[in-house]
């Protein structure tokens, strides 16, 4: 599975920001999208996901109310709407995938996702 991320940029504090991440691969099959961020010096945390076969969706505390996370089967695709920006959540974004499992609920660890997109940058100016 590749994953693709796309869709940062420069936008100002309060602003609005959408972001996707397509996968490809011959035989398409995960648990788990989810989203990651990175600013310089920090470690990377979970932003948010949503389970493939369920569609249920998952957020960090912080982001709850302004963000949300889609998805369109026929793409395999999955978008990150990002609503009142702030200023501190300028960061690397990172889409990641994880292998079908059994499990209940999604993995908020970077380490238990198998699949990483490239990253893009968003920057949120005061």
């Known amino acids: 599975v590749q994953l693709q991320a796309f869709g940062g940029g420069l936008v100002q504090a309060g602003g609005s920001l959408r972001l996707s991440c397509a996968a490809s691969?011959?035989?398409?099959?995960?648990?788990?999208m989810a989203w990651f961020r990175q600013s310089p010096g920090k470690e990377r945390e979970f932003v948010s996901a949503?389970?493939?076969?369920?569609?249920?969706?998952y957020y960090a505390d912080s982001v709850k109310g302004r963000f949300t996370i889609s998805k369109d089967n026929a793409k395999n695709t999955v978008y990150l709407q990002m609503n009142s920006l702030k200023p501190e959540e300028t960061a690397v974004y990172y889409c990641a995938a994880d292998r079908p499992r059994r499990a209940i609920g999604v993995s908020r660890k970077s380490n238990d996702y198998d699949y990483w997109g490239q990253g893009t940058l968003v920057t949120v100016s005061s």
């Open positions: 691969g011959r035989s398409f099959s995960v648990y788990s």
């Open positions: 949503i389970r493939w076969s369920s569609s249920n969706t």
